[in-house]
């Protein structure tokens, strides 16, 4: 069952600030995001970003680290690093990021009764539920879960791969009757140049001691915590690599491979 917690605007634009940082007032109502899915996509693992410009922007979150050296998770205001043997450390203010996104997470929806075999029935279980598909939202999933599959990568080096090919030999990690949070976002298939468009969920156990970047769940009777994010501010890289890259095409087959 859905329960409004607090009133918002159905009508609200997704809003794009396209800049390359600067300081602002603290917005709880924005996610920023810094670079893109494709440019990630395209190889670009090199941090631009720290953690502690990251954490300035938000509470909750997800993203990678320099290198794509494991599974950003960040909750509660601190960032951990799912580490490519599926273990979770605390990561320094000073780690930097090629690919992040974060927002100040308040609670404006509550879906209750969350049964799913799946992470498709899980992301179908959500939508069915959500007053427009056309709006940003973040998740937080408090609960017992039946099963959760993750994975996360580990450190590359130059000449960097294509992250297509690396997650073919992806270390994956499986957890039965395990408690732990669920986060991340959904973004709009309109906005699938700029974020992976559907659910992307990153696992935390409650003990902050395993996770990554979630494959499958399985789950009875939880209730997942939403909140309607109508803002976006999107941070793009002035490097060399990035200003030269051709964004032109279509990253959905790339996005479906990586995701899966």
Not at 56 to 76: H, K, N, Y
Not at 117 to 137: E, H, I, R
């Amino acid at each position: 069952m859905l329960a409004l917690m607090k009133s918002f605007c159905l009508s609200a634009l997704l809003l794009l600030a396209l800049t390359s940082g600067g300081a602002r007032a603290v917005d709880r109502e924005l996610l920023t995001q810094y670079s893109t899915i494709p440019a990630l996509l395209a190889g670009l693992y090199d941090g631009e970003w720290s953690c502690a410009e990251v954490l300035a922007r938000g509470d909750l979150g997800l993203g990678t680290f320099d290198q794509l050296d494991g599974e950003m998770i960040v909750l509660d205001g601190r960032c951990y690093r799912a580490q490519s043997d599926g273990n979770v450390v605390p990561v320094v203010s000073s780690e930097k990021t090629p690919f992040a996104c974060v927002t100040f997470f308040d609670t404006d929806l509550a879906v209750s009764n969350l049964t799913a075999g799946s992470m498709a029935g899980l992301a179908a279980a959500l939508d069915q539920q959500l007053p427009s598909a056309n709006l940003v939202y973040a998740l937080r999933l408090d609960g017992t879960f039946a099963y959760v599959k993750t994975r996360s990568v580990p450190r590359q080096t130059k000449p960097f791969r294509l992250l297509t090919e690396i997650v073919k030999t992806q270390p994956t990690f499986e957890w039965k009757n395990v408690r732990g949070t669920l986060l991340g976002f959904r973004f709009p298939i309109f906005a699938k140049e700029l974020n992976v468009a559907g659910w992307h969920l990153h696992f935390i156990t409650a003990d902050r001691q395993h996770g990554g970047h979630v494959l499958d769940v399985r789950m009875t009777h939880q209730t997942a915590l939403l909140d309607l994010t109508p803002a976006l501010q999107q941070n793009l890289s002035t490097n060399a690599a990035f200003l030269k890259l051709d964004l032109g095409g279509d990253s959905t087959e790339a996005v479906r491979k990586v995701e899966k």
